[in-house]
């Protein structure tokens, strides 16, 4: 695993990249709700969050395009999952472009912690 400097987050290896796009999917929204937990304990701060957000999704995106993925969701699941990744996108950029607060990625992360989270 590789780091990003800008957010201090683990980026995969080609090695370590999930085989299928739901998978890679998944991966993604995992590696946003890893820092959930921290950011909703203010333990991270919301910049922080928005970043992770952010790069999770570019990290999925850019693992797609390596496996030659058109950017359409493969089925239902993906849909769906789609959704969520652009939600996450949609708030994490919103927050850092100062389109948003921290009240409203807390809500979204509260979500997606509640949603995807350990059980």
């Known amino acids: 695993m590789g780091s990003n400097p800008a957010t201090g987050q683990q980026h ?30 203010g333990e991270v701060d ?15 995106v850019e693992q797609e395009r390596a496996a030659g993925g058109d950017g359409a969701p493969h089925g239902a699941e993906a849909q769906g999952l789609q959704n969520v990744l652009a939600e996450l996108m949609a708030c994490g950029s919103g ?25």
């Open 12 to 41: 995969a290896t080609a090695a370590t990249v999930p085989a299928t796009q739901t998978e890679r999917m998944r991966a993604a929204v995992s590696q946003a709700v890893a820092v959930g937990p921290g950011f909703l304990r």
């Open 95 to 119: 927050f850092l472009a100062g389109r948003c607060d921290a009240a409203c990625v807390g809500r979204t992360m509260t979500e997606m912690v509640r949603e995807f989270g350990p059980r």
């Open 46 to 60: 919301a910049n922080h969050m928005a970043n992770a957000m952010v790069h999770a999704v570019r990290t999925y």
